[in-house]
Structures are given as C-alpha cells and as structure tokens.
C-alpha cells in the first residue's frame, strides 16, 4: 500500500515559476531525484530510503525550461460552474443544487459558461423555461468563463493553500 506522503498533490512549476500542472507527490520525489526539478516548498513528512531521507515536496520547479501549449478555454462541468458561482444560487443566494440556463435550451439558449449559472431548486423550478425579463429578475453579474493560472490548472479541484502565492490566488478562494 503506498505511503500517503507520495499520494498527495504538488504543483509543478516550469524553470520561470509559470504554474503548469498538478502532479502526484510520488511524482514529484522522482523528479527532484533525477534532478529534473527543485523542491521549492515542502512538508514536515520525509519520504525514507536505505541511504536517504527527503521532504515531500508541495511544489516543486523544473530546472530546465518547458514550452507547454495551454487550451483555449476551461472545460464547462457541472462541478466547475458551482466552484465558479461559490456554492450559492446567482438568483436568491441560497445554496444552490442544480444549474440554470439563463436563456432556457428550449428558447435557443446554448449550454456555454456565459448561460450557464448555478441555483437553487427552488429558483430552478420557478424559472422553468422562461427569461429573466418575464420574471422581472436580474443577475447581479453576468456569467463568463473563468480564467488565470488557478483555473487552467486546477479546474474545480480545491486550492492547497500553500499553493496560492505560486497561482495568485487571492485568500478569499475556499480550500
């Protein structure tokens, strides 16, 4: 059974500190051992050998540089739009439980980060398939994609806080 030292999550820096993705912690040991990356921060816990002890790395650095192509956009999901809206219905501001296409599919609306909002059933129901202007609602801001390093990366995933000063994000953002 593995250590749950190695099962852990470390953020993968390039040579300039540019977040590029998540790797397992066991991952990451192998690479600061084959002396393709750096431990930049690390834990208390020590991963032990025969003829050596290391610190399990919480982000690591590549020592030489890696041109990686990013996709264009964040992948819409269910999990990400709650993330995206903090957990809380965009109508009422209750917790939400399902989401709301803002102009409803029946009506030629697309399924697309800029109509797709998070709400409560309650709200959801109410709605139905008709548009904010029947109902006389407002959103308090529209929806967008979401962007920057923390989504590109991490998605829905939660933030290890030890993370944040590599991703820029603010402390606001849950764990």
């Not at 409803?104 to 008709?130: E, I, Q, Y």
Request: hydrophobic share 40%; glycine share 6%.
């Amino acid at each position: 059974m593995p250590s749950p030292a190695t099962t852990g999550a470390t953020l993968l820096l390039n040579a300039t500190y540019e977040p590029l993705c998540v790797v397992s912690s066991r991952r990451a040991i192998v690479l600061v051992l084959a002396e393709k990356a750096e431990s930049v921060d690390v834990t208390a816990e020590l991963v032990r050998a025969a003829t050596l002890s290391v610190p399990v790395p919480v982000v690591v650095r590549l020592t030489r540089y890696v041109r990686v192509p990013y996709p264009a956009s964040v992948p819409l999901s269910r999990r990400a739009v709650f993330t995206r809206d903090g957990q809380t219905c965009v109508y009422c501001g209750g917790s939400a439980t399902s989401i709301d296409h803002v102009v409803p599919r029946s009506r030629g609306g697309t399924h697309t980060w800029d109509n797709v909002v998070a709400a409560c059933r309650r709200c959801n129901h109410t709605k139905a398939d008709r548009s904010l202007a029947e109902l006389g609602w407002k959103l308090p801001h529209p929806p967008s994609t979401p962007s920057g390093a923390a989504w590109r990366l991490l998605g829905h995933r939660t933030v290890d806080p030890r993370w944040r000063e590599w991703l820029g994000v603010p402390e606001s953002v849950s764990a």
